[in-house]
């Protein structure tokens, strides 16, 4: 995906880290670029507010039951695939 705008970090850089960014899992550095790309790009905070909903729903739902260790994998493979179908 990409809004056609140039941006110092790419949109599918972002879009790829966005689960990590979300997790709380990137350096200070990584972080100020997400945020500073997500102020400036329309297209991906649409689709940052998509996933920090899904991860929401998700955590209010099955929080309390324990994850196999691959599911996250699983998911965030799936995701990519269905990004990927969707901007060819």
Not at 22 to 40: C, M, N, S, Y
Not at 44 to 55: F, G, N, R
């Amino acid at each position: 995906m990409s809004c056609g705008n140039p941006h110092d970090t790419d949109c599918r850089d972002v879009l790829e880290r966005v689960y990590s960014y979300l997790d709380g899992e990137l350096g200070e550095a990584d972080i100020v670029a997400i945020r500073v790309h997500l102020d400036e790009c329309s297209p991906c905070l649409k689709e940052y507010d998509l996933d920090k909903a899904i991860k929401q729903l998700v955590a209010k739902h099955c929080g309390c039951d324990p994850v196999p260790g691959d599911l996250r994998s699983k998911v965030l493979a799936r995701i990519a695939q269905v990004r990927s179908e969707l901007s060819d």
